[in-house]
């Protein structure tokens, strides 16, 4: 007995806690066949695959409830327009139109060129690709273009020499336009002619008419954008370049196919440091200040 103290009494009160714990005996561990794993894992993966719900895609753009929202007649609009732009040249910022459209996402889109009755843009540099002794080519020039040849303009465009910020070809000298193989150089740039996009064209003078003044528009998810005068344009001159811009947009949804409907949802006006105003359609409402001193900067 006194043995067996004297064993026990070298070790502490923690060496024979630890020593009369039940040792854990590691789990027995079952090697299974590779093709059991492989179906349990499989089968994991059907169960997840049923219970998460795909979500269906939207057809169409988001559009919110105009009921709820404040919107301006035009004088208004301008008004408050020409408070952010307050010390600004009045040729510096621009009114931009922007047309909401009620349509498909997958659709055809609108895109056209318009000349406003009072241009936004004149300072347009124009180049025409035809035969340098031809009538067009006086045509060309005596409408405002810039630029007007064949083998002189083949030769600047391929030495970098891009002078010009549209670019228009006469029927007659497409095949050499493509002979001259300047796809590479302009396309990207979206300076090529082509018969798509109307730059190939065989009356030259009244193509370079339009364009000189003209505006571009082109729908992106949905919306139509376009500037529509600058910032000293006076009310009536702006309701009369809203309204032949709104007339000929609607004109281009028309045409684009009988099956597919592009409404009109929301008409938008902002600046090019102001943020957007919903129109109402109306000129002026009986609060708007008289047209008189939105006439004058």
């Known amino acids: 007995?006194?043995?067996?103290?004297?064993?026990?009494?070298?070790?502490?009160?923690?060496?024979?806690a630890i020593a009369s714990r039940p040792q854990c005996r590691s789990p027995l561990r079952v090697a299974f066949p590779l093709h059991f794993t492989r179906n349990a894992s499989q089968a994991q993966g059907r169960q997840k695959k049923k219970t998460t719900k795909k979500r269906k895609t939207r057809s169409n753009f988001i559009q919110h409830d105009l009921k709820q929202a404040e919107q301006f007649s035009l004088c208004d609009a301008m008004r408050y327009i020409r408070a952010f732009e307050v010390g600004r040249p009045p040729t510096s910022?621009?009114?931009?139109?922007?047309?909401?459209?009620?349509?498909?996402?997958?659709?055809?889109?609108?895109?056209?060129?318009?000349?406003?009755?009072?241009?936004v843009k004149t300072d347009l540099r124009i180049c025409v690709?035809?035969?340098?002794?031809?009538?067009?080519?006086?045509?060309?020039k005596q409408n405002g273009a810039v630029l007007v040849g064949e083998d002189t303009v083949f030769d600047a465009v391929k030495a970098g020499r891009i002078e010009f910020d549209r670019c228009l070809c006469h029927v007659d000298s497409q095949a050499k336009l493509n002979k001259a193989g300047l796809g590479r150089i302009l396309g990207p740039r979206g300076l090529l002619?082509?018969?798509?996009?109307?730059?190939?064209?065989?009356?030259?003078?009244?193509?370079?008419?339009?364009?000189?003044?003209g505006s571009e528009y082109r729908e992106r998810?949905?919306?139509?954008?376009?500037?529509?005068?600058?910032?000293g344009f006076t009310p009536e001159e702006m309701q009369?370049?809203?309204?032949?811009?709104?007339?000929?947009?609607?004109?281009?949804?028309?045409q684009l196919s009988d099956k597919i409907s592009k409404d009109v949802h929301?008409?938008?006006?902002?600046?090019?440091?102001?943020?957007?105003?919903?129109?109402?359609?109306?000129?002026?409402?009986?609060?708007?200040i008289p047209t008189t001193e939105l006439s004058t900067l």
């Open 193 to 213: 002619p082509s018969a798509k996009m109307g730059t190939v064209v065989r009356d030259v003078g009244s193509s370079v008419r339009d364009l000189v003044g």
């Open 129 to 140: 690709i035809c035969d340098p002794d031809s009538k067009h080519a006086e045509a060309a």
């Open 266 to 288: 929301e008409v938008v006006l902002s600046s090019t440091n102001s943020p957007g105003f919903s129109l109402n359609g109306q000129f002026r409402s009986p609060t708007s």
């Open 221 to 231: 998810m949905g919306v139509v954008r376009m500037a529509v005068g600058q910032l």
């Open 240 to 254: 009369r370049n809203i309204k032949a811009f709104l007339e000929n947009v609607k004109k281009d949804a028309a």
């Open 93 to 119: 910022s621009k009114y931009e139109m922007h047309v909401n459209f009620r349509t498909l996402k997958n659709g055809p889109t609108v895109r056209n060129r318009l000349r406003l009755p009072h241009p």
């Open 1 to 16: 007995m006194s043995n067996i103290r004297s064993l026990f009494g070298c070790w502490s009160k923690s060496c024979l």
